[in-house]
């Protein structure tokens, strides 16, 4: 029998209710992770594995959303501007992180095998990636 992956075991959903109820009682200020699990009175991972199911939870519930910036750490709710600076930094950090993968894997790939079929298709795919990542971070 496949194994259920930590976000969706009873575990995992008994720490994302611990946390959302910490972060409720908390609201309307976000607590650092620290607090988090002095609040909670879970240890770190399961507070990691609660904040990833309640992240899976809240987006199948309708609930608002969790976010996480530096100046407030996590925090429940739909105010449509932290929502939106969460969602920039995010598309940020991932465009950062998108092109360090094609400068330091998929450019060396294709200069070592530039007639492969395989490495035309995904550097093209990915510059379209990257391009439309890239207009989302600066708009």
Not at 60 to 75: C, D, N, V
Not at 113 to 131: C, F, M, T, Y
């Amino acid at each position: 029998m496949p194994r259920a992956s930590r976000r969706r075991g009873d575990a995992a959903r008994r720490h994302a209710d611990t946390v959302r109820f910490v972060l409720f009682e908390a609201r309307p200020v976000g607590l650092e992770f620290r607090q988090l699990v002095r609040a909670s009175d879970l240890s770190p991972s399961q507070v990691r594995a609660g904040l990833a199911a309640l992240k899976e939870q809240a987006a199948e519930k309708g609930w608002p959303p969790l976010t996480w910036t530096r100046e407030a750490g996590y925090q429940l709710g739909a105010e449509q501007a932290v929502l939106e600076a969460y969602e920039r930094a995010v598309v940020r950090e991932k465009l950062t992180e998108f092109r360090r993968f094609i400068t330091g894997t998929v450019v060396p790939h294709a200069a070592a095998h530039p007639g492969d079929k395989w490495i035309r298709h995904i550097v093209a795919q990915l510059n379209s990636i990257e391009s439309t990542l890239d207009l989302i971070a600066s708009s």
